[in-house]
């Protein structure tokens, strides 16, 4: 079992930065494929962005690229989420997912296998 935490959500001006962490306390990251998701009031949860293992290969949403960006710290055993260049679109609660099968950036969130309880990122116009 991977008990997942994200933090660093908070309320920021549009425009502005986050940088999200998900990390599971006791267990590495380093050999599993990580997803983020993000689900706003009254949606479905949607895709942001996957990171395979190994190989690091990464998927992005449409609406997302060229502003987020995912790493991994192994040493720290962290996923990370850059948000760069908020949009009031961007406000959600952000999760961080952990997929077991191997070279997978999947975006369908039934591939994943332990999920977090979500940090909250709310954008201001």
């Known amino acids: 079992q991977v008990h997942l935490a994200e933090s660093g959500g908070g309320s920021v001006q549009a425009g502005g930065s986050l940088r999200l962490s998900c990390s599971a306390p006791?267990?590495?990251?380093?050999?599993?494929?990580m997803g983020w998701f993000r689900q706003a009031p009254g949606k479905d949860r949607e895709f942001v962005v996957a990171?395979?293992?190994?190989?690091?290969?990464?998927v992005y949403a449409n609406p997302v690229k060229g502003r987020f960006a995912i790493s991994r710290d192994n040493a720290k055993s962290a996923v990370y989420l850059q948000m760069n260049n908020l949009k009031p679109e961007d406000t959600a609660v952000y999760y961080c997912?952990?997929?077991?099968?191997?070279?997978?950036?999947?975006?369908?969130?039934?591939?994943?296998?332990?999920w977090g309880q979500g940090t909250q990122v709310t954008v201001a116009s």
């Open positions: 997912a952990a997929d077991r099968r191997y070279y997978r950036a999947s975006p369908d969130s039934t591939h994943y296998d332990y």
């Open positions: 006791g267990r590495t990251l380093s050999n599993l494929s």
């Open positions: 990171l395979a293992w190994p190989g690091n290969n990464a």
